[in-house]
């Protein structure tokens, strides 16, 4: 028997989540129009009553739906995501229940989050009533309407947006539409094992070095940053200097003693690249043009790597060998070691199996996609800096990746 009146009653924050937990208890159908969603316990309810939905969809604007509640919405039934609202944000809290002929809901500012549904200040009403009352009619009708924008939740959707998350977290403001222009090769990069690894076991990875001593790789990276700092631009610097940094050292450099006296085939020789070190030794203006670009502190910015890329491809216009990825990385990790890595033959193959890519497909122009947002997408990566002597490593985190990657 339906109900000749419908009940309302004003909610805040602590009654909303306890509201909308006990009309998910006692009704049979789960009907919810929502804007972002997080990993709560209710979300372990709703699957746990997953029989009971209806239609239930999470937009995933701005990626503030939480890719954990995505990823365990995969093939329910009746789960949807929104990726894209055409002219406007998907921003519905509107929770809707029904058995036989009687409804309830929860509308108000409430999203399904830690916040909405915990520590925020929210506002919202219930109803409970008859589910043929005209309010209630137009609800479903609302819901109904609207799924027409929601699409199921594949693996292939939430590694997408996983791989969305992972890209644009450092943003200051991230894309109102997440999977836009996300490719499949974006995808396979951005969910790489690389990615989730921690701080802690990517120190560890780095100490297990059997190819590098990392208190000596640190100095040599140390010593470089302190040739750069003391001079306005690259082709300032004495051309034995040049040439430990481009990795192609002559071979009586190390006697000389002092900074001089490292491995400097380290993170990449260039030995052989006859080319590139007729350029470091003429001392190329594009070359130095080229590293100039990069700053040498702060956030480095894509079109800050792209005008380095078309300096370092001017500078072999008139030679027969262009210079590729393994000299303009090398430059690029010894210039800003806490952001390049310089892939060459000895690491490329454990890398691109780490970031996802064919090691045959890497070139300069996708370097920045498969290697740098990789990198900065990565948990090692953005995690705090840490104190005393491990601070140096994570100064130098992204280019000692090859500590890791280097296989001889």
């Known amino acids: 028997?339906?109900?000749?009146?419908?009940?309302?009653?004003?909610?805040?924050?602590?009654?909303?989540?306890?509201?909308?937990?006990?009309?998910?208890?006692?009704?049979?159908?789960?009907?919810?129009?929502?804007?972002?969603?997080?990993?709560?316990?209710?979300?372990?309810?709703?699957?746990?009553?997953?029989?009971?939905?209806?239609?239930?969809?999470?937009?995933?604007?701005?990626?503030?739906?939480?890719?954990?509640?995505?990823?365990?919405?995969?093939?329910?039934?009746?789960?949807?995501?929104?990726?894209?609202?055409?002219?406007?944000?998907?921003?519905?809290k509107l929770y809707c229940f029904r058995s036989g002929d009687r409804a309830a809901a929860v509308v108000g500012s409430a999203n399904f989050t830690h916040g909405g549904l915990g520590r925020n200040l929210e506002a919202g009403l219930s109803l409970l009533g008859d589910a043929n009352d005209s309010t209630f009619a137009k609800m479903f009708d609302f819901i109904e309407r609207n799924s027409t924008h929601s699409k199921p939740v594949t693996d292939e959707l939430a590694d997408a947006y996983v791989a969305s998350c992972n890209r644009t977290r450092q943003f200051p403001t991230r894309p109102r539409d997440p999977l836009k222009d996300i490719d499949a090769r974006a995808v396979q990069s951005l969910t790489s094992p690389l990615i989730s690894m921690s701080w802690p076991d990517y120190a560890r990875a780095v100490d297990k070095s059997k190819h590098h001593d990392v208190s000596k790789s640190l100095e040599l990276l140390r010593t470089v940053q302190h040739w750069l700092s003391s001079v306005p631009s690259f082709s300032d610097l004495e051309e034995p200097k040049r040439k430990a940094i481009a990795g192609i050292p002559s071979k009586d450099q190390r006697v000389s003693g002092g900074e001089m006296d490292n491995e400097w085939g380290w993170f990449g020789s260039m030995r052989g690249m006859g080319d590139f070190a007729n350029r470091i030794i003429q001392n190329d203006e594009n070359l130095s043009s080229a590293l100039d670009r990069i700053p040498r502190y702060g956030e480095v910015k894509h079109e800050e790597y792209e005008q380095f890329c078309q300096f370092f491809v001017a500078a072999f216009?008139?030679?027969?060998?262009?210079?590729?990825?393994?000299?303009?990385?090398?430059?690029?990790?010894?210039?800003?070691?806490?952001?390049?890595?310089?892939?060459?033959?000895?690491?490329?193959?454990?890398?691109?199996?780490?970031?996802?890519?064919?090691?045959?497909?890497?070139?300069?122009?996708?370097?920045?996609?498969?290697v740098v947002e990789v990198i900065r997408s990565s948990e090692w990566y953005n995690s705090p800096r840490p104190s005393g002597g491990a601070s140096r490593l994570w100064d130098n985190r992204a280019a000692m990746l090859d500590t890791i990657f280097y296989e001889g």
């Open 317 to 370: 216009a008139k030679s027969e060998r262009v210079g590729g990825v393994p000299t303009a990385s090398r430059l690029l990790a010894m210039k800003r070691p806490d952001t390049f890595l310089c892939v060459c033959k000895p690491n490329i193959s454990r890398a691109s199996k780490s970031m996802g890519f064919a090691r045959t497909t890497l070139d300069l122009e996708n370097y920045w996609e498969r």
């Open 1 to 92: 028997m339906g109900f000749k009146k419908m009940r309302t009653k004003f909610l805040t924050s602590r009654t909303i989540r306890s509201t909308v937990a006990r009309f998910m208890e006692e009704f049979d159908e789960y009907h919810w129009s929502i804007a972002w969603g997080s990993d709560l316990d209710e979300l372990d309810l709703l699957l746990k009553n997953k029989r009971k939905i209806r239609s239930v969809s999470f937009g995933l604007a701005f990626s503030h739906t939480d890719p954990a509640l995505v990823r365990k919405l995969i093939g329910v039934n009746g789960a949807f995501v929104v990726p894209h609202f055409p002219g406007g944000t998907y921003h519905p």
